[in-house]
């Protein structure tokens, strides 16, 4: 599966639209891009997947480039609760395989 | 739909006793399901891949003898770290895959394990 990269950490005002970016420049071209969150001391939560085109669901949208070498992850009205570790993963839909984790950005909402 | 239950939430053992973390399926039925470890600041790192009826998968640096995987159900895969010892100390996830073809990957809530 391609690496990813990601800021470790971001700040967001409450209210505001947190922009989570994500590198994955390596991705192939039956890879998708998986974003999940950790809050603390829980499990993952599924946010959003998409392979090429923009996806929009009632938590977020996912906006990926032409060229899908990186992709922003958007919370258009950050609350306190979206305080969370952020993971941008790329994978194989399909595959069934692992999901492998990176070090995520730990998003801040500040009221 | 897709929720995976696990239980216990957290657990204090003493060293050189075993815990056993019990990861359900509610509502479907997973083949696969995967285990992982996450210890304080630090992201998820996978353990194990769990089949139905298989062997676990084990990955390097794993031991498998310490850490025991059984999928005997396709709803319940079970984690048995044996010989606990402080080192064990950790926050264990379980994760199970769903559908068919379109998979999705749903989490458990994740078991405290403190070993004292």
């Known amino acids: 599966d391609a690496k990813t990269t990601q800021p470790t950490s971001m700040d967001c005002a409450e209210g505001r639209a947190a922009n989570l970016p994500c590198n994955h420049s390596t991705i192939s071209g039956n890879e998708y891009v998986y974003w999940y969150r950790q809050i603390h001391s829980q499990g993952p939560q599924y946010i959003i997947h998409?392979?090429?085109n923009n996806e929009t669901n009632e938590m977020a949208s996912l906006i990926i480039t032409e060229d899908r070498k990186s992709s922003t992850l958007i919370l258009p009205h950050a609350t306190l609760r979206d305080t969370a570790v952020y993971y941008c993963i790329v994978s194989v839909d399909g595959s069934a395989r692992q999901l492998t984790f990176g070090s995520g950005t730990q998003l801040t909402v500040l009221p | 739909g897709a929720v995976v239950s696990q239980h216990p939430s957290w657990v204090i053992c003493k060293s050189g006793t075993s815990v056993k973390i019990e990861c359900r399926s509610l509502?479907?039925?997973?083949?696969?399901m995967f285990w992982y470890r996450q210890f304080p600041k630090q992201s998820l790192m996978l353990m194990a891949t769990?089949?139905?009826?298989?062997?676990?998968t084990y990955e390097q640096g794993v031991e498998k003898d310490k850490f025991l995987i059984n999928h005997a159900s396709l709803t319940l895969s079970t984690l048995t770290v044996t010989s606990a010892h402080p080192e064990d100390s950790s926050f264990y996830i379980c994760s199970a895959v769903w559908g068919v073809g379109d998979y999705g990957y749903t989490f458990g809530s994740g078991t405290r394990l403190t070993v004292v």
């Open positions: 998409g392979l090429k």
């Open positions: 509502d479907f039925q997973a083949t696969t």
């Open positions: 769990s089949n139905e009826g298989s062997k676990a």
